[in-house]
């Protein structure tokens, strides 16, 4: 389904967005803080994602 690809799509630009922000304004110990919580993140983004697509069938 298409509106599927640009929800995911948004959805992966913002935390790009934000992830490239929080790091260009971070110090060295909290970059590794924010890698490690942004992958977390992401994982829940794309079950969110994954489920809201499942419910919609």
């Not at 490690?36 to 419910?55: D, L, P, Y």
């Amino acid at each position: 389904m298409q509106m599927q690809a640009i929800a995911k799509g948004m959805a992966v630009g913002a935390a790009a967005g934000m992830l490239g922000y929080l790091i260009s304004s971070a110090s060295s110990g909290e970059k590794t803080k924010l890698k490690r919580r942004t992958v977390k993140a992401a994982h829940a983004i794309g079950a969110v994602m994954n489920s809201v697509s499942e419910m919609l069938r």
